[in-house]
């Protein structure tokens, strides 16, 4: 007879990983973005690789590739752009580098071995190279085929053939000396400042002719809002300055243009709220930052409690100065209060403070972009903050900032196990979490990331510039060309 021994307990395998968005306070900001700039994302980086995947596409389909030729077409000529566009940086350096550019810039000194640096988990490591990243925005501007047995059009052709004249032939060779790469420069991601392939990129962005209140619509009047704020203030930081340029300069409601235009109060109060998120996110980060890997949690609070003043929750907020002037443009209270914080802790608390502020006296068509109907019933809103201050007004501030600091580890907690996934290959419980309690334990696993939603307004001036719309000058600031000043005058 044979005795079970044990127990014998298993491998132990810990399901936690880090996770995106722990308070998810995002979702409003993000879906705005959305909708207001369709067809541009945070890795949709430089405006060729549109042009250059459509491109792709309809040769693909002129010449009955398979869909392994297609793919492999696709990876070849993305390896060449590349490569020439590493080759030729020194005439475009305001622009982003092409995708995969530290992989390949030490690979391609004696020339470019295409065969093998194209090939699935080399260069662009996916066999779909990066066309993912671009595919939906791509979709959404019609740049792609929408069917099998549709035929390249003479538009098509006209336009992206000759912009990217010779790159199929290339793309034959296995082997692409450095003096044929150079002389290729029109392939460079920068081509279509000048090829034959950037007015139709132009065309798509600023559309025209789109009906009002469609995406393309919406994605132009963003177009055309950036354009004149960098005219009018010529930034160095897109997302800091044009965000303030944008939220606090008198100028923008007296502009001829900028009035004309539904996307501005509907961007105003998109960026007005990132500030909160920003803010609640930043929270979060200092908080986590804190912990030495464990604590209780009675300290888990001590960096926010610690550093803010010792009086009420009403006496607090009536010393921020006012948020609206008259005439409805925002003040700068979010900056002038961060300016008179001791620390940043306490600069994140201010902030969503007037955060809560601006929803009386905010302007109509700045609202439902600032707080929507369904986004005000959530917990951390705006709505909910302020009703929060009314509750506290009198009780200390350090005691209503305990307060929220136990709602955030309890949020955090229940949205990660709300997210939580079995993972069947392992048999483990997968739990996006980078901080955990149990019982009065807080337990740290690595540390939160803060800082503002993106807006995607970088991307969109990178693409811009592609385009020939945008540059930045020798001092690091960012311009319009002639053609977005034409474009601004469509």
Known sequence: MQLVKGPVWGGGLDGRYPGRYPLSVERHVLRSVGELMPGVTTVTRNARYYSLHSYVAYQALARGFTEMESLEFLRRSETVVAAISI??????????????????????KDGLDLDRLSQPG????????????????????GLMPTGSNEQTTAFDAS???????????????????????????????????????????????????????????????????????????SPSNINSELTDALNFSPLVGQDELLSQLDAVEAWQGVTLRNRSVGAWRGLWAGLVAAVPGLCHR??????????????????YVRSFPPVWAPDGTALPAELDQSAASETAMEAHVATLFVGSMRLAGIPIHVRPYFESKSDSLQELSPTWLSARVREWDGRPLRDFAQHVVELLLHRANRLSLRKARFDASLGTVKIPTR??????????????????????????????????LTIRDENEHWQITDRGAEALGG
């Open 122 to 141: 080399a260069y662009a490591g996916r066999s779909i190279g990066y066309k993912g990243q671009y595919q939906a925005s791509e979709a959404l501007l």
């Open 435 to 468: 901080i955990f309690f149990r019982d009065d334990l807080v337990f740290k696993v690595s540390n939160e990331g803060g800082g503002n939603v993106s807006l995607r307004w970088a991307p969109l001036v990178h693409i811009l510039s592609g385009i020939d």
């Open 159 to 233: 336009r992206m053939d000759h912009g990217f004249r010779g790159l199929f032939e290339i793309t034959r060779q296995d082997h692409i000396s450095e003096g044929q790469l150079r002389t290729n420069s029109h392939l460079c991601v920068c081509g279509s400042r000048t090829e034959s392939d950037g007015p139709l990129l132009r065309e798509l962005l600023l559309a025209n002719e789109a009906d009002p209140g469609s995406d393309h619509d919406k994605r132009r009047q963003t177009v055309r809002m950036m354009l004149r704020l960098i005219q009018m203030s």
């Open 298 to 315: 009675s300290e888990f609070s001590s960096p926010l409690v610690d550093v803010l003043p010792n009086v009420s929750v009403g006496q």
């Open 87 to 108: 080759l030729h940086e020194g005439q475009h350096a305001w622009l982003p580098r092409p995708h995969g550019a530290e992989y390949l810039e030490g690979r391609i």
